[in-house]
């Protein structure tokens, strides 16, 4: 059973910070493409950043102030969000994919939110 967990969510000032965390299991953690979305009321749910083995991608209404990176030994992606902005409110999503041709697995954790707002 594949379970992605989300952690770290909450209020926060503008300008301020906060790190979201995500556990996965039931899962070989280190061959999926692990990513970060986000959904604001009313809008549709986007891309906030990802990463592979090697390489990251991230939104560009976040680069430069998010940062993803994980660790395969815990099992767990990290997204540290940086100069937070009342834009960035929204539920975060953690993600899990992996290709095994042709088709392609995909997993979702619960959501945790975050509010920028003073």
């Known amino acids: 059973q594949v379970q992605l967990v989300e952690s770290g969510g909450g209020l926060v000032q503008p300008g301020g910070s906060l790190r979201l965390s995500c556990a996965g299991s039931?899962?070989?953690?280190?061959?999926?493409?692990m990513g970060w979305y986000r959904q604001a009321p009313g809008k549709q749910r986007e891309l906030v950043a990802d990463i592979t083995s090697g390489s990251t991608v991230y939104a560009s209404s976040v680069k430069g102030r998010f940062t993803i990176s994980r660790d395969n030994a815990k099992n767990t992606v990290y997204l540290q969000m940086n100069s937070l902005k009342p834009e960035d409110t929204a539920v975060y999503y953690c993600?899990?994919?992996?290709?095994?041709?042709?088709?392609?697995?995909?997993?979702w954790g619960q959501g945790t939110q975050v509010t920028v707002s003073s």
């Open positions: 993600n899990a994919r992996v290709a095994l041709l042709p088709k392609e697995y995909g997993y």
């Open positions: 039931g899962i070989i953690f280190s061959s999926y493409t």
